[in-house]
């Protein structure tokens, strides 16, 4: 390595790092566990098109992003994969430095099927572990539809005996860790209850326009992480969806600050111990979205973004 700045944000610092070809990169800050290092910010990959994710990975690991975050659901874990291993084979990092999310889709809950599901995520990654690997939602679906059209379609598996099999892929160094998403505080309640091995992470959308602060304070109160997906509030599905990136509360407080509506989004959920997912495929913006370390939002931007909410989901779940 060139040369290291360090600059204090509150209770944490981060550094730019120079390599010898005088790329700047960032050093992003971490969420402890116990044998867990999160980064708090990661890239996204939800909707990112098959012939597009792998560069964006690339360019992401290449800008300082360890965190990358996928789905066997997202159909496009090998070219996330792709992105993962370019970046290992020119040396941009060694695969100790990243932390690889993937997650169990809902037609694999039977505990017999649990192992299916991972094994099929790891040959698409070309990966022989991933970092955390989640439940991607509590309710099991029968197969081979990706999701139900009818009653009939839903499965009966109690997401606690998933979570039960899902342990035993630590036990066989498959997954270093183990989370869940879209979980509400009673259903990480009964994981907590049940398990072996803690959920680290409840990966939820989360937003101005979805704060869901009664779920932060019981997540935070039981030491679970939050990971906030959907931070910028999605791409509206129809076209009479509020447009949080167009805020005028979000754009004002931009200002204030000299950043962007999403740097803010960003900041909003880092200034209070979240983890984020910041997803898109365009090299500059995937770079901007670092630039959220620089800055703190005051008490007062917190309450003001949180007086946005309307309850509304941008992701329908199930």
Not at 214 to 243: H, M, W
Not at 257 to 265: D, E
Request: include cysteine; aromatic fraction near 8%.
């Amino acid at each position: 390595m060139g040369s290291e700045s360090v600059q204090p944000v509150g209770r944490c610092c981060f550094c730019l790092l120079a390599d010898d070809r005088g790329n700047m990169t960032v050093n992003i800050p971490t969420l402890l566990r116990p044998g867990v290092r999160l980064p708090v910010l990661g890239l996204g990959t939800w909707k990112s098109k098959p012939n597009e994710v792998s560069t964006a990975v690339r360019v992401a690991i290449g800008a300082g992003y360890r965190h990358i975050d996928t789905a066997w659901n997202y159909g496009n874990e090998t070219e996330v994969g792709q992105g993962v291993r370019d970046a290992l084979r020119d040396g941009t990092v060694e695969r100790k430095e990243l932390f690889i999310v993937t997650k169990l889709w809902c037609t694999f809950h039977r505990p017999e099927d649990v192992k299916l599901g991972i094994a099929d995520s790891l040959n698409k990654l070309g990966l022989d572990y991933v970092d955390m690997y989640l439940m991607h939602g509590p309710q099991g679906f029968k197969g081979p539809k990706i999701r139900p059209t009818s009653d009939s379609d839903y499965d009966d598996t109690d997401y606690v005996h998933t979570w039960k099999a899902m342990e035993s892929l630590v036990d066989e160094g498959l997954a270093r860790s183990l989370g869940v998403s879209n979980f509400n505080s009673q259903q990480v309640d009964r994981v907590l209850q049940a398990c072996r091995i803690k959920p680290v992470v409840n990966q939820v959308e989360l937003h101005p326009y979805l704060p869901q602060l009664d779920l932060i304070k019981y997540c935070q109160s039981k030491d679970v992480i939050l990971t906030a997906y959907s931070p910028f509030g999605s791409t509206p599905e129809v076209g009479n969806e509020p447009r949080l990136l167009e805020d005028p509360v979000v754009v004002a407080i931009g200002k204030r600050h000299r950043k962007s509506p999403a740097q803010v989004l960003l900041r909003y959920h880092l200034e209070r111990g979240i983890s984020v997912l910041a997803k898109s495929i365009t090299p500059t913006r995937i770079r901007q979205n670092l630039e959220v370390f620089d800055f703190r939002l005051t008490e007062d931007d917190i309450r003001t973004l949180n007086s946005l909410d309307r309850n509304h989901r941008y992701v329908t779940w199930q």
